[in-house]
């Protein structure tokens, strides 16, 4: 079983609509739990990062944390056209990340 | 407005030759990151470094080193090149231990 799991897409949603993105891990020490956002041909970009169980709010994304169940979620609420991209999750103990694959997400208009 | 540069897109190279790949930070960062993303297998470590002249394993090291003489540039090596290391590579800067600012990545191609 992979260290983390998540859907590659692709995702695609009409413009407006709720956005939920998920992953599944297996290691129960993971600590610290991060998005990233890819456009075509970027780097990735640090969305959103959390510490343990719990929902932190910036904006309209919402990151979600289910230490009990494993499993983390990424909510884009209001969704627009320029949300369409890759979104990674990833997840650390302490040094170093253990990226998902990512998913790709279309945002239809 | 942050920057992390690398300072090739597109990069073609052949199996044996040694092949460097530079990236520069703006930010004043104590901590740098060169990692490989591949379809299928997604970000992948190769090393980093938390201060000037260190460096530390990731998780795929093997074939490469790296270099790192100044705060803001981190130099990532491939001593002998090989088709396998044909991939996108991406640099990364932080305060702390989780990257925060990525480059554009080098696609780099081995013949």
């Not at chain 1, 169940?69 to 991209?85: E, G």
């Not at chain 2, 030759?17 to 970000?43: A, I, S």
Request: with cysteine.
């Amino acid at each position: 079983q992979k260290e983390v799991e998540q859907d590659p897409g692709p995702l695609s949603v009409p413009e407006g609509a709720i956005v939920s993105l998920n992953c599944t891990y297996s290691n129960s020490a993971f600590q610290y739990f991060m998005w990233y956002r890819q456009y075509s041909r970027k780097g990735p970009e640090l969305l959103m990062y959390t510490y343990s169980s719990g929902n932190k709010e910036d904006g309209r994304f919402t990151a979600q944390v289910d230490k009990s169940s494993k499993y983390i979620s990424l909510f884009i609420r209001d969704s627009q056209p320029s949300d369409s991209a890759t979104y990674l999750c990833a997840m650390s103990v302490g040094d170093g990340l253990t990226f998902g694959k990512g998913t790709h997400l279309i945002i239809q208009p | 407005d942050v920057k992390v540069t690398q300072s090739s897109r597109y990069l073609v190279k052949r199996t044996g030759e040694k092949v460097f790949l530079e990236c520069v930070q703006d930010m004043d960062h104590e901590n740098m990151f060169w990692y490989r993303q591949d379809p299928g297998l997604g970000l992948r470590l190769i090393y980093f470094s938390y201060d000037v002249k260190m460096k530390e394993k990731g998780d795929i090291p093997e074939g490469y080193s790296v270099s790192r003489e100044k705060k803001e540039r981190f130099s990532l090596i491939l001593e002998s090149a090989s088709t396998n290391q044909t991939s996108m590579y991406l640099c990364a800067s932080s305060v702390g231990r989780i990257p925060q600012h990525f480059g554009d990545g080098t696609r780099l191609s081995i013949l």
